[in-house]
């Protein structure tokens, strides 16, 4: 104790710090260059810049603690003299690359939070002794738990962060390019890692061992060097993941090549297998959850402007699921991409709720969406609802929707549904077939086979066996409910509007066929028999190529052409057909289905025939050739130069002799369907019948018939 004059006396006693450590408030008072220290009172001590304290005793104190940064301690004076003994660390320097680097407390106030800064590359380091100053300087690399890569960093060395082993986060600077041998060698909790577009090579097992790592993101859009053992033991890996379908593309040959089932393409936050089958480099859509992630990235606000997605599989949903997909596109979020089908099929959709814009996509803003087929499907919704598209302001073409798809209006006001799509606003639908069965819950209004409402372009599409149902103020037309806008080379077969029967014609479009341009007219099948051909090629304006036939407007001309061969002497080709008009070689469609067959049909002259007589010698005769139409035959002499099959008795009104010819088959009825009655009937007049000659080819008469064969006054068979 030092005692003034005078004054109150003060206990004081002094306090002994380690290099490193200091007492950084007032003394309260010097003497001969000694700091006293008052009892009862608490002083400050400080570690050096760059230094925290790990372990800290004061000998000697009533109390001491160290702040939760570790950065300072407290003492209050007690009776004695202080004595202080204290671990330091350090956490930031300067490494010999001119890099700083420095460690900052995580949640739980250790100092594991590791930043890398400057300008440059960083060393490469010795992986012997970990050499790194966050090993020699601050032993506590096996802590780290997170290390940043300032921005300016330009590389990553050799052995950085080997044996980190709790390092879980890395968040590598806009400026890297390399990530060094082994940097990330046994950093065992990593499990993702994003390389950003700056790294353009991985160097010789940059992240080997990393044995909880499951995906890396690598967000250069090109080609990245790969060197050896890279993800070697990297056992969790499940993703490499690029930022688009071609940069995927950019890394498949070298060692890439080991990681053809782990690479994917991002959109948006969802991941895609690539494919360059059909074309360029696209999205993969394979699974229906691929068109579930597909539809969560866009109706999230992934803007899909320029992608490509191409289906390389069919898709089978769930069906016994009431509600198992969202149509990709909102009307916040548009589908702005391109789609292409492949011809392939998705299945199984079903979708019951009361929202608008329903369909595969819900609203398309200048999307191209091509060869899609649905088919089983129910799709229970509000308006603006189609098959392939519920809101369309792009390009659908040649999207099929089959018959077992079913379009349900769930309230009354759910207008604008269609088979393909429900509103065509300023898009265009082309190229596109639908049979499917749309109903309404009444009060409803705007209902085709195609498109509910066109205010866009509908060209060269088949409603074929579509079922629509009657719409307020008759909206509804096996192409369109209304159009306002484009039809052209629109088609419908054997639909069912407003009725439970099938409409013919006249139901195309608001309850009328628009045929200007063809916009919304029947079409029929022409059914060809066994040497039959149509010489006339399809075209858009004559009707629609579907299933492997031929739908023909009505009105079209065709010419008929026929593979029957050289027509024998006395016959000429000839040309039937159930409906429509023939006139010549020229068939002209009708307002029915129509099968046409030919067969060669009599002159109907005399011709001078050879035949052999019944005594063996040839002789000459002149007969009218015979035909299937001569069912009723007058007196004298015919040949049969041509196959005859006949359907029902051939009548003999005279004496009738028929020369067969040689190779030619005259048939009455058959085993199957033998004819009623008598199969040659003439019983007061004789029936001859003579061969042409003699030889292994010479004709044959057939006869199948319920009652007689030949019931005639006289027979002679020679």
């Not at 109390?63 to 660390?89: C, E, F, P």
């Not at 023939?582 to 029915?592: D, E, Q, R, W």
């Amino acid at each position: 104790q030092i005692v003034a004059p005078g004054a109150t006396t003060k206990e004081v006693h002094t306090i002994s710090c380690p290099s490193g450590l200091a007492v950084t408030s007032n003394p309260y008072f010097t003497y001969n260059s000694t700091k006293y220290y008052k009892k009862d009172e608490t002083y400050t001590l400080t570690a050096d810049d760059g230094k925290v304290i790990t372990a800290f005793t004061a000998t000697g104190a009533a109390t001491s603690s160290v702040a939760s940064d570790k950065r300072t301690a407290t003492v209050k004076i007690g009776s004695s003299d202080v004595t202080v003994t204290a671990t330091l660390q350090t956490i930031s320097g300067t490494t010999e690359d001119g890099l700083s680097w420095s460690l900052a407390q995580d949640g739980s106030g250790n100092y594991t939070r590791l930043t890398i800064s400057g300008t440059g590359a960083m060393k490469n380091y010795n992986a012997i002794d970990t050499s790194s100053p966050w090993y020699t300087d601050a032993p506590w690399g096996n802590g780290v738990t997170s290390v940043t890569i300032g921005n300016d960093v330009t590389s990553i060395g050799r052995y950085a962060f080997i044996g980190c082993q709790s390092l879980a986060t890395a968040t590598i600077g806009s400026s890297v390019t390399d990530i060094g041998q082994k940097a990330f060698d046994h950093c065992d909790a990593l499990t993702t890692v994003t390389l950003p577009a700056s790294v353009t090579s991985l160097h010789q097992g940059a992240f080997y061992n990393c044995v909880k790592l499951e995906r890396i993101d690598i967000e250069h859009d090109g080609a990245v060097s790969l060197a050896g053992q890279v993800f070697q033991n990297d056992a969790a890996l499940q993703y490499i993941v690029f930022p688009s379908p071609e940069a995927e593309q950019a890394n498949t040959t070298g060692n890439w090549t080991a990681f053809a089932e782990k690479r994917r393409a991002k959109f948006g936050n969802q991941l895609f297998a690539v494919t360059t089958e059909g074309g360029p480099a696209a999205y993969a859509i394979a699974t229906d959850d691929d068109l579930r992630n597909l539809a969560t990235a866009v109706n999230g606000g992934t803007d899909s402007s320029g992608k490509t997605f191409r289906q390389t599989d069919n898709i089978d949903f769930d069906n016994t699921q009431e509600n198992n997909y969202t149509p990709i596109g909102n009307s916040s979020h548009h589908f702005c991409g391109n789609y292409d089908g492949q011809g392939l099929t998705i299945r199984g959709i079903r979708i019951n709720n009361s929202n608008k814009y329903q369909g595969i996509f819900g609203w398309t803003d200048g999307a191209t969406i091509q060869g899609i087929t649905l088919a089983d499907a129910i799709i229970t919704s509000s308006e603006y609802t189609g098959g392939i598209v519920g809101y369309n302001h792009g390009t659908v073409s040649n999207c099929h929707v089959a018959a077992d798809v079913f379009i349900h209006a769930v309230i009354s006001g759910a207008d604008s549904h269609g088979g393909i799509v429900g509103n065509n606003n300023n898009g265009t639908v082309s190229d596109c077939t639908s049979a499917a069965t749309l109903t309404s819950s009444g009060g409803n209004k705007y209902y085709g086979g195609i498109a509910g409402y066109n205010i866009g372009t509908l060209s060269h599409n088949l409603a074929i066996g579509a079922v629509v149902p009657a719409a307020s103020d008759n909206y509804h037309g096996a192409i369109s409910g209304v159009n306002n806008r484009t039809l052209q080379n629109n088609y419908y077969h054997a639909c069912r509007v407003a009725s439970n029967d099938i409409t013919a014609t006249n139901v195309g479009n608001k309850s009328a066929d628009v045929t200007a341009n063809n916009g919304a007219v029947p079409a029929f099948l022409v059914t060809l028999a066994d040497g039959v051909t149509i010489q006339t090629e399809m075209a858009d304006d004559l009707g629609f190529t579907y299933g492997g036939n031929d739908y023909w407007r009505t009105g079209a001309a065709l010419t008929l052409g026929n593979t029957l061969g050289e027509a024998p002497e006395g016959y000429t080709a000839s040309y039937v057909t159930t409906a429509g008009t023939l006139n010549g070689t020229t068939l002209t469609v009708g307002s029915a289905d129509a099968t046409v067959s030919a067969t060669f049909r009599s002159d109907g002259q005399s011709h001078t025939v050879t035949y052999i007589k019944a005594d063996g010698t040839t002789g000459t005769h002149d007969a009218i050739p015979l035909d299937a139409t001569m069912t009723i035959l007058a007196a004298g002499w015919y040949y049969v130069g041509t196959n005859i099959n006949y359907t029902q008795t051939v009548n003999l009104d005279g004496d009738v002799t028929i020369i067969l010819g040689d190779g030619c088959t005259m048939s009455v009825g058959t085993e199957q369907s033998p004819v009623s009655g008598d199969g040659i009937s003439g019983d007061d007049y004789s029936f001859s019948i003579y061969a042409q000659s003699t030889g292994d080819s010479k004709g044959q008469l057939h006869v199948n018939a319920t009652d007689d064969a030949i019931y005639a006054e006289n027979v002679t068979i020679s």
